[in-house]
């Protein structure tokens, strides 16, 4: 909910049909008038407990507090347990960097349990100096920081299916995260090593019990991949990579590859399991995509959203994510009224190209039913398509990289729900 | 695990490296051996370059598959609770629901024999031998009725096979593949 000046006053204010209210109202300042109706006096003030005895002491590592205990990652374990993933519950959250304990998790045969002493990094292949260095080694390299999104393959991908599945957020776009990573750059290491002219794709490979390897580009390994150490400032997660991940920005996650202990220089693809048999499109006419690296532009509406009801008719705040794998950001539309009038949220500065971008605008709802959606534009002018323009590009059978508009139904009690637009 | 070099060797490279690189790092990066690569190196190219030597029939596959495989993926690779392993071509086409499996969907028969190495089977990965690994991979490539009864599979045949769907991908990203 957000404090506003004063109610909007003409067509002026507006800046969609539905009840969007243009951008220019956050710029006014003055005092709420309580134009909504005269409301009953608050309850009476009391001294809370929590101010007349003292706190509790100091914590080695802090934990959020014990009201927050609904604020946790939904786990999902098929048949083998290790080979499912956990979501982030972004309706419960703010801001664009996802906390450490609930940055999404995807694994293939479990997390490993890697001592940093023991672990090693080999670069061979297509170079003219197979090299391996020790985390004490990569220790003393130059490091960068930058934030980044990632996102898994298959987050969305229930909204391929004929009929709208229930779910929130979290169950629904919950394998993204947002984080500031920090490590060494990938193009230093290799220009260490030396690369073949002939080089054109760099095989990465994890130390867990999938040994899950991915093929890379060499040119993204070049231009901004980065090893991994940091993440929001303190070591990796051992569920994010630990001792250290590939990071590839706005690429799929799965080629992000976590605890990183093998880079093979090749002229070819590998064509591993999951770059042939998984991650790949497969379209109504038999043919697949395969290589689908960057994840296009997309937004999900976080609030309000299916398990946050709006209470009554009045003034809310519409907010969500934005993201581009190409870049940053440009513009986001959000419409209240089923997609015929579009209004510009306005993002939070700063905008930075492959992470997750906060946009918000005001909405007055009149209690009557309708359907929120928003559509992101990236700085490359790719437009966010709508479901049904990506399904009939990619048929309904593609699983991963779903990123068309999505739409939260309000019914007149408030109630929000997932549905097709 | 990795042995180190004398310093010997490693100071003129790094001589050369210090005149080659601007935005460099600190060149701590210790040589890796012949030795050392082949302890580590389980990836398998699609033209056949680093599959070892050994070799196995579909018959042989049966006794491993039946042993490690066959309470995840069912009874001659039929699935469940784990990926259907055989069938499904022809599916893939139309709105029907698709059903991929190696025999429908897998465009390289080389992928099988690096998965299945580093990762399979899920209790105890890398611990086949890679005459299993040959085995299983030819009796998987038998079951869907790729290879016959009787062909062994080893590292110069295995690149040579050819997998029904190959030529149904499209690469998205250009850039050289096979």
Redesign the interface.
Known sequence: MIRRSHPPAGPEDFGAAGGLLSRRIFLRSGVFAGALGSPAFAEPLTVPPWMTAPGSPFTSYGQPSRYEAKVVRIITNP??PG?GASRTPHHRLNGVVTPNGLHFERS??GVPDIDPD?H?L???GMVK??????MD??A???METRQAFIECGGNSAALYAKEPVEGDVQQLHGLVSCAEWTG?KLS??L????LDPSA??V?A?GAD?????RSV?L?KAMDDAMVALYQNGERVRPSNGYPMRLLLPGYEGNMQVKWL??L?I????????DE??KY?L?M??????????PMEAKSIITHPSPGLSLKGPGLYEVAGLAWSGNGKVARVDVSADGGASWAPAVLQEPVLPKSLTRFRIAWQWDGRGTTLQSRAVDDKGYVQPTRAKQIAER???AIYHFNAIAGWAIAPTGEVKHVYV | MFTFRPMVLAAPLMMVLCSAGIAGGPNLGQPASPEDIAAWDISILPDGRGLPLGSGTPQQGEHVYIQHCASCHGFKGAGKPNDQLVGGQGSLAGAQTPVKTVGSYWPYATTIFDYVRRSMPLTAPQALSNDEVYAVTAYLLHLNGIIGERDAIDAESLPRVKMPNQNNFKSFYLEKTP
């Not at chain 1, 100096?129 to 020790?134: D, E, G, N, W």
């Open positions: 048949a083998a080979t293939h045969n023991g090693r080999l670069i061979h100096r197979a090299l391996v260095f020790t080694a990569l003393r390299y130059p060494v230093i290491l220009d260490e090593a030396g054109r794709w095989l490979e019990a999938a040994a899950m390897s580009p040119a202990r093998r093979k090749t002229d070819i693809p590998v064509m591993t399991k042939t048999s790949t497969l109504d006419n038999g043919e697949s995509l395969q290589f689908f690296f048929g309904s059978r």
